[in-house]
């Protein structure tokens, strides 16, 4: 995209268009709900010939292109991550970008340099524990306010590791963290 912001070529297109036939597949995997082994099989059939295309495309571009250019820049980049990129062909759990954990992070992100307490290793870690189980909670359908109040009360009582595991947001149902 910074590509054809700079200098909106045929090329530039070309490749966006490409990694648009890809997102058009997994809006379709999902829209049909499919299970990973049959996510795999579409992916190989429909997305595999899409990659081979770029993939063609970039080994000729790469010639064709001043490396130093923003398309040029995006091309070596691509070509490094190949080997990365293809992974999620062959696991149907996999997403095809990781647009969700970056989503997720974001506001962690921006406001780091605003929290005073991780101005330290210790605050550091205890952030990253806070965050992750805030990030944990939502994507098992809690409300974090209401889990963390749930686990900050009964942590406490918690004698086992085994209670302790008992309170992790993937082993309780949102239903039974009450709202009070």
């Keep these: 995209m910074d590509a054809m912001k700079v200098s909106p070529s045929g090329s530039a297109q070309s490749f966006i268009d490409l990694i648009g036939n890809l997102y058009a597949v997994e809006k379709d995997i999902r829209e049909r709900k499919l299970d990973d082994e049959k ?4 992916r190989r ?18 010639y064709q292109v001043a490396p130093k250019s923003a398309l040029g820049s995006a091309i070596h980049y691509m070509r490094e991550q190949w080997p990365k ?13 990781n647009n969700l954990v970056e989503n997720a992070i974001r506001p962690f ?16 870690s205890a952030s990253a524990v ?3 189980i805030i ?8 409300e ?37």
Excluded at 109 to 124: C, D
Excluded at 135 to 142: D, I, L, Q, R, V
């Design 39 to 42: 996510i795999v099989e579409v």
């Design 45 to 62: 059939e429909q997305a595999l010939p899409v990659l081979e295309k770029i993939k063609t495309n970039l080994d000729r571009e790469v």
């Design 85 to 97: 990129l293809l992974v999620y062909l062959d696991y149907g759990f996999f997403p095809i970008d």
């Design 109 to 124: 992100v921006i406001g780091r340099k605003n929290w005073l307490f991780s101005g330290s290793p210790r605050g550091a």
């Design 130 to 132: 806070i965050y992750s």
């Design 135 to 142: 990030e944990t909670a939502k994507s098992n359908s809690h």
């Design 144 to 180: 974090p306010y209401w889990y963390l109040r749930y686990l900050f009360d009964k942590i406490p009582c918690s004698c086992s590791d085994d209670e302790l595991r008992s309170l992790l947001p993937n082993r309780l149902s949102p239903s039974s963290v009450p709202r009070e």
